[in-house]
């Protein structure tokens, strides 16, 4: 089972946005829910990846892109690739690079100088990620599991995101709440989220 679902799903979406499937590598797929399918057993297919790649530095661009090749390459054209057109989350599209350096460099220092306790860096580190948005899709699920893996190779336990009920609405709600709250700074319902 995929561990990383999609949170921000519109379950009314039951057909694909004619837009976006032209970048669909697996023309049979016409519905929701077979597309869910297709990209959750890439993500589960993405975990063998990262446990066979333990020694590569995660915070990295060329791992960050890496990984999300690896999450969703078999479906998607654009997978491992950063947007070249704006959506209405995240960066302008010609900034995605610098943004993602920084906020790699910024990482590097927090773990470095210890700036924050690991939850909340982690935090930080997913937020920021998914604020940049430098994907055409798949940005929530790549940044947390990188967020995870992040964790992982500094041996802190990795985040429950919501826990079980994780595809639940109110899940949902609460964690575009928290987004929401750490844009304007305060991580502290984003830091009690992902351990709930
Ligand atoms: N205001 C917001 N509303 C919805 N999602 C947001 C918001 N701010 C940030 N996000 C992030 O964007 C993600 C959705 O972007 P998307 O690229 O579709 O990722 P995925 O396909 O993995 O859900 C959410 O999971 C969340 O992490
Ligand atoms: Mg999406």
Same mark, same amino acid.
């Given at each position: 089972?995929?561990?990383y679902p999609e949170l921000t799903l519109? #379950? =009314?979406?039951?057909?694909?946005?004619?837009?976006e =499937?032209?970048g *669909?590598?697996?023309?049979?797929?016409?519905?929701?829910?077979?597309l869910? %399918?297709?990209e959750?057993?890439n993500i589960?297919?993405a975990? !063998?990846?990262?446990?066979?790649?333990?020694?590569?530095?995660?915070?990295?661009?060329?791992?960050?892109?890496?990984l999300h090749k690896q999450m969703f390459g078999?479906v998607w054209?654009w997978a491992g690739v950063?947007r070249?057109? /704006?959506?209405?989350?995240?960066?302008?599209?010609? %900034?995605?690079?610098?943004?993602?350096?920084? *906020?790699?460099?910024?990482? $590097?220092?927090?773990? !470095?100088?210890?700036?924050?306790?690991? /939850? #909340?860096?982690?935090?930080?580190?997913? $937020?920021?990620l998914v604020?940049?948005h430098p994907f055409v899709n798949g940005n929530g699920r790549h940044a947390r599991l990188l967020?995870?893996?992040?964790? #992982?190779? $500094?041996?802190?336990?990795?985040?429950?995101?919501?826990?079980?009920?994780?595809?639940?609405?109110?899940?949902?709600?609460?964690?575009?709440?928290? *987004? !929401?709250?750490? /844009? !304007?700074?305060?991580?502290?319902? *984003?830091?009690?989220?992902?351990?709930?």
């Open positions: 089972m995929n561990p519109s #379950e =009314s979406a039951t057909t694909i946005d004619l837009n =499937s032209k *669909l590598k697996l023309k049979h797929i016409n519905l929701m829910t077979e869910n %399918e297709a959750n057993l589960t297919k975990m !063998q990846w990262i446990k066979r790649n333990r020694k590569s530095n995660p915070l990295s661009i060329t791992f960050l892109m890496k078999d054209k950063f070249v057109s /704006d959506k209405n989350i995240g960066v302008p599209w010609p %900034e995605i690079p610098s943004k993602i350096k920084n *906020l790699i460099d910024d990482t $590097h220092f927090w773990i !470095q100088n210890k700036s924050f306790d690991w /939850d #909340e860096i982690g935090v930080r580190f997913h $937020h920021r604020s940049i967020c995870d893996i992040l964790l #992982e190779r $500094h041996n802190i336990k990795i985040f429950s995101w919501g826990g079980v009920t994780a595809r639940s609405d109110e899940t949902r709600s609460f964690y575009i709440k928290a *987004l !929401q709250a750490a /844009d !304007q700074k305060n991580y502290d319902l *984003l830091i009690s989220f992902v351990r709930s």
